[in-house]
T-cell receptor
């Protein structure tokens, strides 16, 4: 079974440039999450989708970040314009919720460097 | 914001020794999960313990949960060099009826180094 797929794996951009990350969740998983992970920290939730609906985006900086989940499958997270402080790893995860198991399955992440 | 605090922040042991990591949290939970992260495989789910459970085992892993103290511990027995990674606890908050919110809040992690 294929896991959560993310691309690109690495991205280096200059500040004020736009950037987009793509995520393909595990087949059949209705819930998709985007996390931000700073060096030495645990992941922090940015946005959570149940099917096509964003049910929790309270931590998403909406002035520069946007996300979408087309047809309840793939998702894209965008930053425009990027700032130096956005340098981090962006993780996508998926799960089947609610269900008997609550664990989330994570992709490898996209490491963003803003110069 | 981080829900939990993990202790210690870093742990260095020899192969064959046991490793114990602790996690404390602040709000009521439906379940608590432990994840491992290394550069090769990203974040991987290890074990889940529900709020009505006190102890759970999976292979060389043993997790305990004390909801009265809002704390959990992860014990890895007979550690191996391949166990070298960062370990995170994550809490899944629940409502008063115990229903999961389906949202994980991670701690800051413990960096475990196992020397061959």
């Amino acid at each position: 079974e294929a896991g959560v797929v993310q691309s690109p794996r690495y991205k280096i951009i200059e500040k004020k440039q736009p950037v987009a990350f793509w995520c393909n969740p595990i087949s059949g998983h209705n819930t998709l999450y985007w996390y931000l992970q700073n060096l030495g920290q645990g992941p922090e939730l940015l946005i959570r989708y149940e099917n096509e609906e964003a049910v929790d985006d309270s931590q998403l900086p909406k002035d520069r970040f946007s996300a979408e989940r087309l047809k309840g499958v793939d998702s894209t997270l965008k930053i425009q314009p990027a700032e130096l402080g956005d340098s981090a790893v962006y993780l996508c995860a998926s799960s089947l919720w609610p269900g008997p198991f609550y664990e989330q399955y994570f992709g490898p992440g996209t490491r963003l460097t803003v110069t | 914001s981080q829900q939990g605090e993990e202790d210690p922040q870093a742990l260095s042991i020899q192969e064959g020794e046991n490793a114990t990591m602790n996690c404390s949290y602040k709000t009521s939970i439906n379940n608590l999960q432990w994840y491992r992260q290394n550069s090769g495989r990203g974040l991987v789910h290890l074990i889940l313990i529900r709020s009505n459970e006190r102890e759970k085992h999976s292979g060389r892993l043993r997790v305990t949960l004390d909801t009265s103290k809002k704390s959990s511990s992860l014990l890895i027995t007979a550690s191996r060099a391949a166990d070298t990674a960062s370990y995170f606890c994550a809490t899944d908050a629940g409502d008063a009826g115990g229903t999961s919110y389906g949202k994980l809040t991670f701690g800051q992690g413990t960096i475990l180094t196992v020397h061959p």
